[in-house]
């Protein structure tokens, strides 16, 4: 997925999100309108737990490998000579 199909998918949860907000402002809330809020929310959580499983992922990839490298360094001694990254490495494998 490209930055901005990325950028667009995040625009269209704000755009819902802003148009939930004003549908609760709206008085009296209407049945109809408290349904569409209802599916506008439902949508949004949705979308937002897709993006994070999404990302999720590459996230997780970015971190260990950052790991790897500053556990790499750390082994040969060029950085946080106390071994607190291998610790932190064990934690986290």
Known sequence: MTRTEILQRLQTIKDKGIQA????E??????????EIRSLVQWIKEELQNEYNRML???H?????????CLALEN???FAPDGILASLWRVTS
């Open 21 to 24: 907000l004003k549908l609760l």
């Open 26 to 35: 709206s008085k009296p809330l209407s049945v109809d309108t408290q349904a």
């Open 57 to 59: 992922p590459k996230a």
């Open 61 to 69: 990839f970015a971190v260990e490998k950052l790991l790897r490298n």
């Open 76 to 78: 040969r001694g060029q």
